[in-house]
């Protein structure tokens, strides 16, 4: 039973924000590295110390909470302990998988080259593009709203996905073997249909299933023939 009753913090996200003036950060060891330092452990407990809380989500990052007016000098001391700080708000997010602890490198700098274009842009609601290095796409890219899965020097692209909730639901295929060359501009062309078209407050996923039949869409997909 310790995993259950016995083992609910004190200090929850929950109680946190109820109490009022603290802020939330995701932090992780980079977009592929999965892996902490010891010393990076340290400097998180150091940060959130005994008034914050710490836990892992779902998205590849630890969540800290800590006090608001603590949040510019928490970020620098995090970002200069190696740690990447991700960006909150309705922003592209990039994720990858870990390219098999890094033993399997190939689209690794079409990944940096695509988090370099692509993160932080400002969409109608917060949007995640995750790439994964080949066809076991074991970070499950077909449940982010970009779905990227890397194969001899092209990328397949995955749209649609609904990632949560009772009615969650993989992406579909909406392009195969985009070359690593136009993949930058395929992808920025579905970013700007979305950030033109989408209504108020919808997100990828709707917005998608709703403009789909669109010639747009078909316009996009002719730019890679
Ligand atoms: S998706 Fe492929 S490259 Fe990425 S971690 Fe899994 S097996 Fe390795």
Known sequence: MNAFRQNIPDKTFETLNQQGGFSRLAVSPGIINKHYTPAQFQKIAEIVGEKGAIKY?????????IPSSELTEATRALQEAG???ASSGPHIVMKACDFCDGEKMEAVPQTEQLYQALDGITVPVRMRVNVNGCASACYNPTYDDIGLVYQHESFDVYLGAIPMGTKAQ??????KRVGIDHIEDFLLQIIRLYQDQARSNEPFYKFYRRT???ADWELVKKSIE
């Open 57 to 65: 989500s779902a998205s590849y990052s630890i969540l800290l909470s």
């Open 83 to 85: 740690l990447f700080v």
């Open 170 to 175: 993989a992406g579909t295929l909406f392009a």
């Open 212 to 214: 789909k039949s669109n």
